[in-house]
């Protein structure tokens, strides 16, 4: 598929390669666990090829495992099957609570946020919030904004969502909280079942990238009344971490800065993937209905913050950057902030 290629990344690979003259041979072969719900032909298996190649540059040659199920990824992580391991970030929260809260729900309204954010963790000085003995994060790539799918497209307001069955992730007990918070019905899925369990009408709402609407034929689930909503509920990210140890010194920096020089032509990937959604599937909603999304979902990280869930270092970055881009937003001047 056209969109899974980025030849401006690999000619951009090919050239670091020839700067460093880093040859095969002397790197030190890892392997590597890669969840992608496609498996090797998905665009995430595909994207960590070209990781493969810039890896060569220091020193480590990279061999990658597919996984549709990032359960099983994070178990052989963790068992010692694999070296390395990506996957989303709200299954890295377990092994790095700090990066793993970049997903929070409502916490990044926009690409120009996210890349902001990660720019400011990806700096030498913030290379210790990356370790969590033994473990690294050693890159962080966008994976799209997260929207609400909906069987009924007069679900567009919070309290619509009172008492319809929503599809949340076992392993992530944010969600959990968010769903009974607002008076839904969560229903425990995976990754891997909650795209067919809203196409065949167990749950009344999913969410996901833009990218599932095609890969996981959500267009079957939203026919005939469905829709999108518009607004973007989480900013997806796409982890990898290392068993330090494991990999030569230095290399956990370079591949940090490796992944943030590809923020922008992964921000254009996933944005093509939201182009190719018919304009009859988005549901708009009222500026007004916005603002008590974002109080919601305000509340609801500072409950999670409390629980231990999210990281409270990470929602106050977060929260000082949105009120650093936009002043005038009243959780800049509440007194219950982030």
């Avoid at 003259?21 to 994207?47: E, H, W, Y």
């Avoid at 305000?298 to 950057?321: A, C, E, F, P, V």
């Amino acid at each position: 598929m056209i969109l899974y290629k980025n030849s401006t990344s690999r000619l951009f690979i090919a050239f670091l390669l020839m700067t460093v003259g880093i040859t095969v041979a002397q790197a030190v072969p890892r392997k590597m666990c890669v969840f992608d719900l496609l498996g090797a032909n998905g665009p995430f298996f595909s994207q960590m090829k070209d990781y493969k190649t810039a890896a060569l540059a220091w020193g480590a040659e990279l061999e990658l495992k597919p996984y549709t199920s990032e359960r099983v990824a994070a178990e052989d992580f963790k068992a010692g099957l694999c070296d390395a391991v990506s996957f989303t970030g709200i299954r890295a929260r377990q092994f790095n609570s700090f990066t793993g809260s970049l997903d929070a729900i409502g916490a990044i309204p926009t690409y120009d946020h996210l890349k902001s954010v990660i720019t400011s963790i990806s700096g030498e000085k913030a290379a210790g919030l990356m370790f969590s003995d033994p473990y690294e994060v050693v890159a962080i790539f966008p994976a799209g904004a997260g929207y609400m799918f909906v069987n009924d497209r007069t679900i567009d307001t919070v309290g619509e969502l009172a008492g319809k069955r929503i599809a949340i992730l076992d392993s992530d007990p944010a969600q959990v909280e968010m769903v009974n918070f607002i008076g839904g019905s969560p229903v425990g899925t995976s990754l891997a079942n909650m795209y067919s369990k809203f196409n065949n009408g167990s749950v009344d709402v999913t969410y996901g990238p833009a990218i599932v609407y095609e890969a996981m034929e959500l267009y079957k689930g939203l026919e005939p009344n469905g829709g999108i909503i518009n607004f973007s509920l989480v900013q997806l990210t796409l982890q990898i971490l290392i068993r330090k140890a494991d990999f030569p010194e230095g290399y956990g920096q370079k591949s940090r800065e490796f992944a943030l020089s590809q923020f922008d032509s992964r921000v254009e990937l996933v944005n093509k993937y939201a182009s190719t959604i018919p304009a009859k599937m988005w549901i708009s909603i009222p500026e007004t209905d916005t603002i008590g999304y974002l109080e919601v979902f305000r509340q609801s990280r500072i409950r999670l913050r409390d629980k231990g869930i999210y990281n409270g270092k990470m929602l106050k970055l977060m929260r000082m950057l949105r009120c650093k881009k936009d002043p005038q937003q009243s959780e800049c001047t509440a007194a219950d902030k982030e």
